[in-house]
């Protein structure tokens, strides 16, 4: 397998003075390039801690995380900014939108931050893919919530990242809307050869995935 994301023996706790919570308990994961997985699991049981885990939002307690092969603990904070900007895509329950700019400023944001300038080809395609051509120059506060995440969704897109984290993404949308923008998020993704690992806690979009992983108290069960 061609793998793009493997972790070794994860294992995460939260301390604080009073309790302490064992959030992963030995998590050995290896995630194939180009391929879609969903994470699903109960209420507590680690998949938001495992995707901030992954992505190298949060460290964990012990074990390692290897992005190509590569340990991400040996990247200072500084560059895992730039390595998570250049590489990784994310999609949250929370569009996270900037108000003050509009669609298509949103969209080129993280490419700008990281000095590069938008490939007009590639933007035009993303900008069809997500049939978001005529909502250019909306802002935030007039798009219907599908409408923000599919602007989400070709901001993480169009850094060309390797891979794409999505939490919950469509929780915030009802049934029809979240089934649509969840298919134009595999379509994009599968079109652009990016890894997709969602977290999710619905079935029915957990089976739209290639490979599914259960979680149950920070164990991976199936
Ligand atoms: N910052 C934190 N400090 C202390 N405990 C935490 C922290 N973040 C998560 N936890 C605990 O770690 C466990 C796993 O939490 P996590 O958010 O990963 O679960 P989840 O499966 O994503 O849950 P949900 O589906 O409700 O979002 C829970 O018991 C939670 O209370």
Do not use: W
């Amino acid at each position: 397998m061609d793998t793009i994301l493997k972790t070794e023996n994860i294992r995460k706790t939260y301390e604080s003075s009073s309790v302490k919570v064992n959030a992963l308990n030995g998590i050995d994961l290896e995630f194939a390039k180009g391929r879609f997985y969903s994470v699903i699991g109960r209420s507590g049981s680690g998949k938001s801690t495992l995707l901030y885990i992954l992505s190298g939002l949060d460290q964990p307690t012990e074990g390692k995380v290897c992005f190509e092969g590569k340990d991400l603990s040996e990247y200072s904070d500084g560059e895992m900014a730039i390595f998570r900007r250049r590489h990784m895509g994310f999609v949250f329950q929370q569009y996270n939108l900037m108000e003050e700019y509009n669609v298509l400023e949103n969209i080129c944001m993280p490419v700008k931050l990281d000095q590069r300038k938008p490939d007009p080809e590639f933007l035009h395609t993303v900008l069809e893919t997500l049939g978001l051509e005529d909502k250019q120059k909306k802002y935030a506060s007039e798009l219907s919530g599908g409408e923000q995440q599919r602007v989400a969704i070709a901001r993480s897109i169009l850094s060309k990242p390797k891979i794409i984290f999505a939490d919950e993404p469509t929780g915030n949308l009802d049934k029809k809307t979240a089934l649509e923008t969840l298919e134009l998020l595999i379509e994009s993704a599968k079109k652009f050869g990016q890894t997709l690992i969602m977290v999710t806690h619905d079935l029915e979009v957990a089976r739209m995935s290639e490979v599914v992983i259960t979680i149950e108290d920070g164990r991976v069960i199936g």
